[in-house]
């Protein structure tokens, strides 16, 4: 069960209920993996509300990842995801206002 005052929420992925955190580590992750070069850069880069099918796996697979599961963005890609690709920018919205707040 997701603990929303940790940043966490939970969304159906693979068909099982699975809580997804951008914890320091997923961010660290995802500051290199999209080369945003530091948190003030990531958090604009999502605000602009423009994220490619690329994004969506990197914040996905990040969070998945924050929130405990051994999931790689490999394997994610070949998950289903419900609500397919609206689901997915639905769930990485979630996870951002979860960390940024309203603003993201």
Known sequence: MAI????????????????LCLTL???AELEARL???DLVGLA?????GRVSARDLTAIL???LRGGG?????DDLARLSIEGGLKG?????????????????
């Open 35 to 37: 080369q945003a070069g």
């Open 25 to 27: 580590g997923a961010l």
């Open 69 to 73: 599961n051994a999931v790689s963005d």
């Open 61 to 63: 697979g990040a969070g």
């Open 4 to 19: 929303t005052q940790r940043g966490e929420i939970e969304a159906i992925i693979g068909g099982e209920a699975r809580v």
């Open 44 to 48: 604009e880069r999502f605000s602009s």
């Open 88 to 104: 997915a920018a639905e769930i990485a919205a979630r996870l951002l206002r979860a960390t940024f707040g309203e603003a993201a």
